[in-house]
């Protein structure tokens, strides 16, 4: 591994990161009305699409941020639907 790809891998926790404290707050409070679902289901696919190219080009950092990352984002769709109806 060299340089770029450990600061590829620096960016990609970063903003996988990110995520987490929103995730976080949605789960305790369970408010989702200022969640727009458009946009989670846009960054959903975006974050998908990223994923099979980091596949496809086995870029490892580009796997990695956005595998975690998606994995976070449908938990925050997973509860923009669930509890949309409260």
């Not at 975006?46 to 099979?52: A, H, M, S, T, Y």
């Amino acid at each position: 591994m060299n340089l770029f790809d450990l600061v590829g891998l620096l960016a990609a926790s970063l903003t996988t990161l990110a995520f987490l404290p929103q995730v976080l707050k949605t789960y305790r409070s369970r408010q989702v009305r200022d969640l727009s679902l458009s946009m989670t289901l846009m960054l959903c696919l975006g974050v998908l699409l990223w994923l099979v190219y980091g596949i496809y080009k086995s870029d490892i950092p580009l796997v990695v941020a956005n595998g975690s990352t998606l994995l976070l984002v449908l938990a925050l769709l997973g509860m923009k639907l669930r509890w949309s109806g409260r």
